[in-house]
């Protein structure tokens, strides 16, 4: 992006980065993290939320004449966005953030906004903290499974396959996902009801089940 300093726009940035590629790669690319460009609408309150409280560093800021609107990058813990002021960005963007131990994380923001994030998902399962920032961005904080997890992970699959497979075959109707977790291992979260509502998918009554044409269902709305 060193293009930028010298008045280069937007678009020919992104051309003069492509211009490298003539359908020739190198050996390996080793693509480990991501750069997104999240529109804003105030920079003032673009620092207050991504500096103040999340503890991001402003790393360049640009702009095409004083008092127009800005072009920043901003990084973190080896995690770096470009912010961009104005119109030229869709109006909403979602990204991603891996993290190591995101208890330590909701610990930090809590610590500056008291209550206000909360981990959703639990173990085994992948753990988040969905928050959008005050322009409508979802910013997604996300610490992955451990080898460990996902076996257990598989395990709890296996049991919610042998729970479903016992209903049906007594008889009973297909059970919802959040039946199924609460059976097999609650308490009933996002993450878990995901997974049971996978798991669901291989049963063909499932799918009978939560039809829109099904009888049974429009009744019981």
């Known amino acids: 992006m060193s293009n930028i300093t010298n008045g280069t726009s937007c678009i020919d940035v992104t051309q003069d980065v492509a211009s490298d590629s003539d359908g020739n790669s190198s050996e390996t690319s080793n693509m480990t993290r991501i750069r997104p460009v999240l529109r804003i609408k105030s920079y003032e309150d673009a620092v207050l939320h991504y500096v103040d409280w999340l503890g991001f560093t402003i790393d360049w800021e640009w702009r095409k004449a004083p008092g127009r609107p800005v072009i920043m990058a901003i990084s973190r813990d080896g995690v770096d966005m470009h912010l961009v002021e104005g119109d030229e960005h869709p109006p909403s963007s979602w990204i991603q ?125």
């Open 97 to 221: 953030v891996i993290v190591e131990d995101i208890q330590t994380l909701a610990d930090e923001l809590n610590a500056k906004r008291p209550d206000f994030v909360s981990i959703s998902g639990g173990w085994p399962y992948v753990q988040q903290i969905l928050l959008k920032d005050p322009f409508g961005n979802l910013l997604v904080f996300e610490q992955p499974q451990s080898p460990d997890d996902k076996v257990a992970a598989d395990e709890r699959d296996g049991r919610m396959r042998d729970y479903i497979r016992e209903r049906l075959d007594a008889g009973h109707e297909c059970p919802m996902p959040e039946e199924v977790v609460d059976a097999v291992c609650p308490p009933v979260v996002f993450s878990a009801t995901i997974r049971a509502a996978a798991v669901l998918g291989e049963f063909p009554e499932y799918e009978q089940a939560t039809r829109e044409d099904n009888p049974e269902r429009e009744e019981g709305r």
